[in-house]
């Protein structure tokens, strides 16, 4: 039961975050029919949009290869000295 009422709560959720058809009419084409309220209002906004985007994926990417492989393999790092107390 409880899997029902919260798979409807999301349902709900979900239909509320389509965009209404002021909403549709006003927007850009490539934006109709994601979101409510204003679309962007100058091509700035695109640049923005695109290089946040661009730094999250980025950053995303190597923080998952430094994570897999740290690549610090010199017996001086500092790591050794926190990890190897002798």
């Known amino acids: 039961m409880k899997k029902i009422l919260l798979f409807m709560?999301?349902?709900?959720?979900c239909s509320y975050s389509f965009s209404c058809?002021?909403?549709?009419?006003?927007?850009?084409e490539i934006l109709k029919g994601i979101t409510h309220g204003q679309?962007?209002?100058s091509n700035w906004d695109y640049v923005?949009?695109?290089s946040m985007i661009a730094?999250?994926?980025i950053?995303?990417?190597?923080s998952?290869?430094?994570?897999?492989?740290?690549g610090e393999k010199s017996a001086h790092h500092i790591k050794r000295t926190i990890l190897n107390i002798e």
């Open 64 to 70: 998952l290869k430094w994570m897999v492989r740290p």
């Open 59 to 62: 950053s995303f990417y190597l």
């Open 39 to 41: 679309g962007p209002s």
């Open 55 to 57: 730094i999250a994926l």
């Open 21 to 28: 058809p002021v909403c549709e009419r006003n927007k850009p």
């Open 48 to 50: 923005i949009i695109i």
């Open 9 to 13: 709560a999301m349902l709900v959720q």
